[in-house]
C-alpha cells in the first residue's frame, strides 16, 4: 500500500529510483523499436486562496498574541495572517508515455508527466511537478501464468494531506512509491469461482515540495513520514450469473516507519507509528441492464499499533477561548468498519453518470490513520463528436484516527468543457470550488488555518502526437 521514509541516496537523488527502471531497461536487447505517445500543454490557472486561509479566525494582531517582532522576522506572514491571497499560475507540462518488449522475458512501460507551475505574484512558490509511472514486468515466457511478478516505481505531486484541497498548487509536494508485487490471479478453484493471492513490498518517500528556489520560509515547508508496507492480500470470486458476482477479500499489512514528521502541533516518534492492519470484506457487482451497474462492498478493519502509543500533549480550545494543553493517550487497537457502493450509469453512448459513497481508513501524509467518509456525485456528456461536459461534486469527512465521530467536512464541486479543436489538439476551460470546516473556533501560528474557501478557474491547451520513433 502505502509506505514511506527516505534512503540515504534517495534524499540526494529522488529520482534515482526511477531512472534506474529505465536505465536497466535500455541496458536490455528489446524486440521492436518504442513508439512514443507525447503531449505537450499549457494551462493558465486562476486561484483566489492560494494559502487556503480564513479571514475570519484571525481575530487578533500576533503582538496580541504575545510575539514579539524578533520572533515574527522571516515568517511569511501572508501565509497565516487570515487575508486570502490570489494569484495567477502558468502550467507547463509534457507527457510521455510508451513501452517496450525485453526480449522474450520482460515488458517495460512507462507513463510521465513532467510540469511547472509558475506563479505571477507569489514567485517563491513556483515549483516543478512529477507524475510518472515506469513498470517492469515478467513476460508469460518467465513466469507462466496464473503467476506474475512486477515492479513498478511511482512518482506523484499533489498532496497528501487529507486537508488540503487536492487542487491547491501552493500546497504541491512530491511522493515516490517503489513496489514489486508478485503472486498468482485467477486461479480457477472450480466452475465459475476464482482466487487471487498476491504479496506486495512497498516503499514509500515523502520527497517534499520541489520549488525552484531556496525558499527561507522552512517553517512552513509541507512535511511527511517514509515508511515499508508488507500486505499479503487474497480474494475470492464466484461468478453466481453472468450478471452477479460475489467475492471475499482479505489482507494483513504491516506498516514499518523510518521518519515520522509533521506539521502538527504534536511530535511523533516514528515507532509509535508502526502497526498492523487486517482487513475482510464481502463484496459483490451486479450489472442491472446494459446500462446500470451496481457494485458494493462492507468489511472490519483491525488495526493493532507494534508499541504501546506514547502519550502526548495536544492544544484544545477553552470555554472562553483560550488554548488549553491536555495530555492525550492514543489506543494501542482498535475495530472499524469499512464499506462501499457505487452505481454506474451510462443511459447513451455519449452520456455517464457514477454517484458513490464509501467510508475507509488510509494513512495520512505524516503516517497518522485517517478515517474518511466520501459521497461523490460525477457525470459526463459528449455534446456532439467535439465538445464534451464534465461535472462532479464530493462531500467528505475526515479524522485523524480510527473512528468518525467529531470529524472535519469539505464540499468540493467542479465543472470543465473540453473542445476537440482537432483529432490532436484539445481546448478545456472550468472551474472547481471547495469549502472546508473545520469545527474549530481557534488558530494556532504554527498550524496552517484547517477552514478555508477556495475557487479556481483554469483554461488549458495540449496537443497530442502519436507513433512517435524513440
Known sequence: MNTGQKLSIYRKYPLFTSALLGVFGLLLPSQSSAQEAITVGVQEIYEDNIFL?????????????????????????????????????????????????LGNWAKLSHDGKVGAFIFSDHSDESRASLDTTVRLEASKDLIPEPFFADITSVLNSGSENIAVSQDSVARTSTTHNAVFSTGAADVELAQATELDA??????????????????????????????????????????????????????????SFTKAESTNLYETEKDDLDRLVYTAELESEYRVTETLSVSGRAGVVYTKFTNDPMPRFALIPGEGGEEIEVEVTPDDDDTNFIFEAILNYAPTPDGAITAGINQIQGVDVDGQRIMTRTVSLNGSHRLGERFEAIVGGQFIQYENGGDLNDPNERWEASASL??????????????????????????????????YRTNRAFITINAGFVGVPL
Open 53 to 101: 486561509e480564513d479571514d475570519s479566525r484571525r481575530v487578533q494582531s500576533f503582538e496580541d498574541l504575545g510575539f514579539t517582532q524578533e520572533q515574527l522576522e522571516g515568517i511569511p506572514l501572508e501565509k497565516i495572517d487570515g487575508d486570502k491571497d490570489d494569484d495567477l499560475i502558468t502550467y507547463l507540462f509534457l507527457q510521455l508515455s510508451g513501452g517496450t518488449d
Open 198 to 255: 498476491v504479496y506486495t513490498l512497498t516503499r514509500h518517500d515523502f520527497v517534499g515540495e520541489l520549488t525552484f528556489t531556496d525558499s527561507d520560509d522552512d517553517f512552513f515547508d509541507e512535511e511527511g513520514s517514509d515508511y515499508f508496507s508488507n500486505m499479503i492480500s487474497g480474494s475470492v470470486d464466484h461468478y453466481l450469473t453472468q450478471e452477479l458476482a460475489v467475492g471475499v477479500d482479505t489482507s494483513v499489512e504491516y506498516l
Open 418 to 451: 473540453r473542445y476537440s479543436l482537432t483529432e490532436t489538439v484539445v481546448l478545456a476551460a472550468g472551474w472547481s470550488f471547495a469549502n472546508q470546516n473545520a469545527d474549530r473556533d481557534f488558530e494556532n501560528l504554527l498550524n496552517r488555518s484547517e477552514n
